[in-house]
């Protein structure tokens, strides 16, 4: 028995916003979890700290299965991204803690390394598609394998993906949401020259991919996708809002473009269609969205039997401590497919000091017992919580769109 004896939340805000619980056994054993829901963080904070903790105290934290039960039948209110991203934090610290107290890397207890590393994607943006590709360049001279390309819209002042002028790229922004302005038909003008000059500058030997984020229509996404076939994409992600998961079999019926799907699915309901009629080729769930490490497992194995990988979401609004995670993750599921990778700022790694490396495109979560990742409390309690919104997208006409 490992008595849970105290769990508490740690906001911190270096450079952007971050939710962590720490958990603590009647030996001293500390672990955490990721908790962090970008631009609704103080929603996880409360369920955890008014809801959720409370039901932990005195409990054996060895129990990971059945404390994951618990919560997630015990809420009656089940799913959401509230309940499993508090679900989530729950679950990595616990498994932090076992793998603590085995002293072992936690991948050792998921079933041993299945591979040397796990490859990951770099995120290449610009303002135009000559930016953008000696961006891609730049990643590529790092060692990155495959990059994903995001390039300004002609004729529009902003889109998703690009940075500000100067400015690293990190979408929550203002106290309020920024409004920005959408044109399906700008955008679709754009991307096929993108991975056109792309292929002729970086040739084959680079996967490249590419985020619509949510913004077409099924049959603008068959177009889209049939239009990048000659580019051979790894993948093109989030091609259309998958509420209705059927959607994506209009999609399939025009284009063999892999599709990738998933950063906002937050259990294995939002993806069993998808994947049992294989509509799409990687899920991008992951461990602080999705439940933790516990479901993840689920949705890869179920993933498995339809040919289906993981794609683990990797944004920077993802802490090191889900960074982590992912990556014991994913050194050890058969089914792996590459893991995103947007590094965060030496601030953020100075309040997350962790075990993970990266080289030769590929990353390791290292040999530290647990997660391999710490938070430093006194460094994060320097930087206090400021709240910050993603943006909201309007048509031309005003109508309210998808962002
Ligand atoms: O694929 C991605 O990384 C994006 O979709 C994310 O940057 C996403 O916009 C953010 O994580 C939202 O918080
Ligand atoms: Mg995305």
């Known amino acids: 028995m490992a008595e849970i004896v105290s769990a508490r939340v740690i906001v911190t805000c270096p450079d952007r916003n971050?939710?962590?619980?720490?958990?603590?056994?009647?030996?001293?054993?500390?672990?955490?979890?990721?908790?962090?829901?970008n631009g609704r963080e103080m929603a996880v904070v409360s369920y955890l700290q008014d809801h959720v903790i409370p039901c932990l105290i005195g409990r054996d934290a060895h129990r990971i299965?059945?404390?994951?039960?618990?919560?997630?039948?015990?809420?009656?209110?089940?799913?959401?991204?509230?309940?499993?991203?508090?679900?989530?934090?729950?679950?990595?610290?616990?498994?932090?803690?076992?793998?603590?107290?085995?002293?072992?890397?936690?991948?050792?207890?998921?079933?041993?390394?299945?591979?040397?590393?796990?490859?990951?994607?770099?995120?290449?943006?610009?303002?135009?598609i000559e930016e953008t590709i000696e961006e891609a360049i730049r990643h590529v001279e790092q060692g990155y394998k495959a990059v994903r390309l995001q390039a300004g819209v002609p004729g529009l002042?902003?889109?998703?993906?690009?940075?500000?002028p100067g400015q690293r790229y990190e979408p929550a922004d203002g106290a309020l949401p920024t409004e920005s302005l959408w044109s399906t038909e700008k955008y679709l003008r754009s991307v096929a020259p993108l991975f056109d000059k792309a292929r002729e500058v970086l040739g084959w030997d680079v996967h490249l991919l590419h985020d619509v984020h949510h913004r077409l229509t099924p049959i603008e996404a068959?177009?889209?996708?049939?239009?990048?076939?000659?580019?051979?994409?790894?993948?093109?992600?989030?091609?259309?809002?998958?509420?209705?998961q059927a959607g994506f079999r209009l999609i399939r019926q025009h284009t063999t473009t892999?599709?990738?799907?998933?950063?906002?699915?937050?259990?294995?309901w939002d993806c069993k269609q998808l994947i049992e009629e294989q509509l799409i080729d990687y899920v991008r769930a992951t461990m602080v969205?999705?439940?933790?490490?516990?479901?993840?497992?689920?949705?890869?194995s179920f993933?498995?039997?339809?040919?289906?990988?993981?794609?683990?979401?990797?944004?920077?609004?993802?802490?090191?401590?889900?960074?982590a995670a992912a990556l014991h993750f994913g050194l050890?599921?058969?089914n792996f497919g590459i893991q995103e990778l947007m590094p965060h700022t030496a601030k953020t790694d100075e309040v997350f000091p962790h075990a993970y490396s990266f080289k030769d495109g590929m990353m390791h979560p290292g040999d530290a017992p647990g997660l391999g990742v710490e938070i430093d409390e006194a460094l994060a309690a320097k930087y206090e919580y400021k709240r910050a919104y993603l943006p909201v997208a309007r048509l031309e006409d005003g109508t309210l769109f998808n962002w």
């Open 332 to 334: 050890s599921v058969p």
């Open 258 to 268: 892999p599709l990738a799907v998933g950063e906002i699915f937050n259990t294995i």
């Open 18 to 37: 971050f939710v962590t619980l720490k958990i603590e056994t009647a030996d001293g054993i500390t672990g955490i979890g990721d908790a962090t829901l």
């Open 65 to 128: 299965e059945d404390i994951w039960q618990y919560l997630y039948k015990g809420a009656y209110w089940r799913r959401g991204p509230v309940t499993m991203c508090s679900i989530a934090a729950v679950d990595m610290a616990l498994w932090d803690i076992k793998a603590k107290v085995a002293g072992l890397p936690l991948y050792q207890l998921l079933g041993g390394a299945s591979r040397e590393g796990c490859m990951v994607y770099g995120h290449a943006n610009g303002a135009t």
């Open 303 to 323: 993933a498995d039997l339809y040919q289906v990988r993981t794609g683990c979401h990797g944004a920077t609004d993802l802490s090191p401590v889900c960074m």
């Open 289 to 300: 969205h999705a439940g933790g490490i516990t479901h993840m497992r689920r949705i890869a």
């Open 222 to 244: 068959g177009r889209l996708g049939k239009e990048l076939e000659p580019y051979r994409l790894f993948w093109m992600e989030d091609a259309t809002p998958a509420e209705n």
């Open 157 to 164: 002042k902003s889109t998703y993906g690009v940075a500000k």
